[in-house]
């Protein structure tokens, strides 16, 4: 069984930093796809960044690129979220999802993703 469990949410002003990470357990592949999620009162779910940990290959939302950098560490199977320039509208709550299914690009596409942490609240 799948179980991804985030940390690292806080209060912070505008324009300070902060660094998410999501443990991993219960895999029985060695590589998947990542992604970092978040949820902000009143609007739609949106994928912030992914994160194919085969290959490399990321996905960033176009708000976010130049300031969020996502990472996995395969040793570790933790996934991280690093999060600079921070502004008001990054306030949300963060999840940490999987794909868990072969071939599966990095994208933020809700659909893609079948296992999901249970978030942690970040507020700028």
């Known amino acids: 069984q799948v179980q991804l469990v985030e940390s690292g949410g806080d209060s912070v002003q505008a324009g300070g930093s902060l660094k998410l990470s999501c443990v991993a357990s219960g895999y029985a592949a060695s590589s998947d796809t990542f992604a970092w999620f978040r949820k902000a009162p009143g609007k739609e779910r949106e994928g912030v960044a992914a994160i194919d940990t085969g290959d490399g290959s990321t996905y960033y939302l176009n708000s976010v690129e130049g300031r969020f950098t996502i990472s996995h560490d395969n040793a570790k199977n933790t996934l991280y979220l690093q999060m600079n320039s921070l502004k008001p509208e990054d306030t949300a709550i963060y999840y940490c999802?999987?794909?868990?299914?072969?071939?599966?690009?990095?994208?933020?596409?809700?659909?893609?993703?079948?296992?999901w942490g249970q978030g942690t609240q970040v507020t700028v």
């Open positions: 999802v999987a794909c868990g299914t072969p071939w599966c690009p990095p994208s933020g596409r809700i659909g893609d993703y079948h296992y």
